[in-house]
């Protein structure tokens, strides 16, 4: 074996200090992490169990808001702020943006080109005879999904009403039964539209043949969502849990079921949609005792 050269020495000795510093920079973190959790664990008993928290976070009996003098579930204050975040950044996009587009698109423009081509192929390969309403509304409903479930990353705060008003993070909208089931509903609405456009009553029925479908739509969101909701709310109220770990469970589950919720519904949605709307011809009907080719003649 050859003999090593002196580049090959320092090289080894320059790597040799950086795997030593490394190792004291990640036993300094843990010994801060430590010391954190010792300091701010007061003993003190904390305000709601763990099973009050969570139940809250399902119903939202107590937590509520203030909107415009009324009491509601944060999740609906949620719904409207989201709304407003996306029209806002709609019409920016719209004004200033958009116009400036080009025939070879920067990394911007790619990047809305992507989102939106995303959606519009998923109702043409699903729904090819009839798409363009389609289209337009995976894409909103997907949109609406993505963000509002990347929304309560930003940990939003709202004062509660009540005897004891306190603040707490605003959740996703969907979080709320309500709001995945008004997703569902307007789905199924959809569905039926397109049913009714192209083979009017019959449409009507065929629609109507999968009844269970807004239910199974919104509870598979809520719960997906929820489940989320839940698993970061459990980590961040037991102290001993709440340094770093809250980052990894919150971003990671955020981010796969915002990705996952917004294929599925929009998937969903554009091949039901694609079923009933595909137009039915009607089968000539044929003459009894006679020859239908020579009927037909």
């Given amino acids: 074996m050859p003999p090593k050269t002196e580049d090959e020495r320092r090289d080894g000795r320059l790597s040799k200090k950086k795997r030593t510093t490394t190792l004291v920079v990640a036993i300094i973190v843990c010994i801060v992490l430590i010391v954190g959790i010792i300091l701010t664990s007061s003993g003190e008993p904390k305000s709601e169990t763990i099973q009050e928290a969570m139940k809250d976070a399902v119903l939202h009996d107590e937590n509520k808001v203030n909107f415009f003098g009324l009491a509601v579930n944060p999740s609906l204050l949620s719904g409207y702020v989201v709304t407003g975040i996306i029209l806002f950044f709609a019409l920016i996009l719209r004004i200033f943006f958009i116009p400036k587009f080009k025939k070879i698109p920067g990394k911007f423009q790619m990047l809305i080109e992507t989102w939106v081509g995303f959606f519009d192929n998923l109702a043409k390969s699903n729904s090819p005879h009839l798409n363009g309403f389609l289209g337009a509304y995976v894409f909103t409903a997907g949109t609406y999904i993505f963000i509002g479930t990347l929304f309560e990353l930003f940990g939003i705060q709202a004062m509660t009403v009540g005897e004891n008003p306190h603040s707490i993070s605003l959740p996703a909208p969907h979080a709320d039964i309500n709001g995945a089931i008004q997703m569902g509903v307007l789905s199924y609405l959809i569905i039926l539209s397109g049913g009714i456009i192209a083979n009017k009553l019959k449409g009507v029925g065929l629609t109507l043949k999968e009844f269970s479908l807004p239910i199974s739509m919104s509870f598979r ?63 000539p009907k044929k003459i009894k005792g006679k020859n239908p080719d020579a009927a037909a003649v």
């Fill in 221 to 283: 969101l809520f719960g997906a969502l929820l489940s989320g909701m839940l698993v970061t709310e459990l980590v961040y109220y037991y102290i001993t849990l709440s340094f770093v770990l809250p980052v990894v469970v919150g971003v990671l589950f955020t981010l796969l079921h915002a990705l996952i919720q917004t294929y599925v519904l929009t998937m969903l949605t554009s091949v039901y949609y694609g079923e009933v709307s595909e137009v039915h011809e009607k089968k």
